[in-house]
């Protein structure tokens, strides 16, 4: 069966110089790549590092950390860049045609537990309808009849309101079925360190997981996320 990698990367704005963090991006070795937080720098530097191992690649690097980028193996369609509720980040639909035909990603980049607006508490407490509400509004621009795969950083656990909310409709989070509660996001605050997992890769139906894995490099506050998908034998 047809079958591919996807990883999604919060690389950090101010990481663009880090070699390490450069190096993370293409470790993995993943035929589709979708990043967050991607910067101008961040674009000079993927595109001339990775021209050779993706010639399909897409840059959005406007807004600081609501900035874009799809890295592909394969030819790359941009159905459109969308601002979220809110003016929070925004999410990107790419096309990618893949082995197994035309795939949808939807690239997401939630708000942070502490950015909704008014007091930071109210802000947490919020999250998750805040969460939902984005992705729900994300997801009105995807095509149903392609496969579809949602990735990005969503600033919230395996039981949050937007994962929650795509479970729902019957899509299936890769990372906890293989390692479930391996962390992605790391904080070294007051009090030792702050470890979540907030990034996923979501995918539907018609797609079945063979693997799914962190790849623990580059100097990011994110690591990056792997999935290995197939076609669904249907």
């Known amino acids: 069966m047809p079958?591919?990698?996807?990883?999604?990367?919060?690389?950090?704005?101010?990481?663009?110089?880090?070699?390490?963090?450069?190096?993370?991006?293409?470790?993995?070795?993943?035929?589709?790549?979708?990043?967050?937080?991607?910067?101008?720098?961040?674009?000079?530097?993927?595109?001339?590092?990775?021209?050779?191992?993706?010639?399909?690649?897409?840059?959005?690097?406007?807004?600081?950390?609501?900035?874009?980028?799809?890295?592909?193996?394969?030819?790359?369609?941009?159905?459109?860049?969308?601002?979220?509720?809110?003016?929070?980040?925004?999410?990107?639909?790419?096309?990618?045609?893949?082995?197994?035909?035309?795939?949808?990603?939807?690239?997401?980049?939630?708000?942070?537990?502490?950015?909704?607006?008014?007091?930071?508490?109210r802000s947490y407490l919020t999250s998750d309808e805040d969460h939902r509400e984005q992705i729900e509004h994300y997801a009105d621009d995807c095509n149903e009849a392609l496969p579809t795969i949602v990735l990005g950083d969503f600033n919230e656990g395996p039981e949050g309101g937007a994962v929650r909310w795509l479970e729902a409709r019957d899509y299936r989070n890769a990372l906890p079925l293989f390692h479930p509660g391996q962390e992605t996001y790391f904080f070294a605050g007051i009090g030792g360190q702050l470890a979540e997992t907030v990034d996923h890769v979501m995918f539907g139906p018609t797609f079945e997981p063979l693997n799914a894995w962190v790849e623990r490099r580059g100097g990011s506050d994110h690591i990056p996320v792997v999935a290995h998908l197939e076609a669904a034998h249907h």
């Open 3 to 121: 079958h591919f990698r996807v990883m999604t990367y919060n690389v950090l704005l101010t990481a663009a110089h880090d070699g390490d963090t450069v190096r993370a991006v293409g470790a993995a070795d993943a035929e589709i790549v979708a990043l967050q937080e991607v910067t101008p720098a961040w674009k000079d530097v993927l595109s001339a590092r990775y021209a050779e191992r993706y010639p399909h690649m897409l840059f959005r690097t406007e807004g600081g950390a609501g900035g874009l980028a799809v890295l592909s193996e394969y030819p790359v369609e941009d159905r459109g860049f969308r601002v979220g509720p809110g003016e929070w980040h925004p999410a990107w639909h790419v096309v990618v045609h893949t082995p197994m035909g035309p795939v949808q990603l939807l690239n997401v980049h939630l708000r942070p537990l502490f950015s909704g607006g008014g007091d930071p508490v």
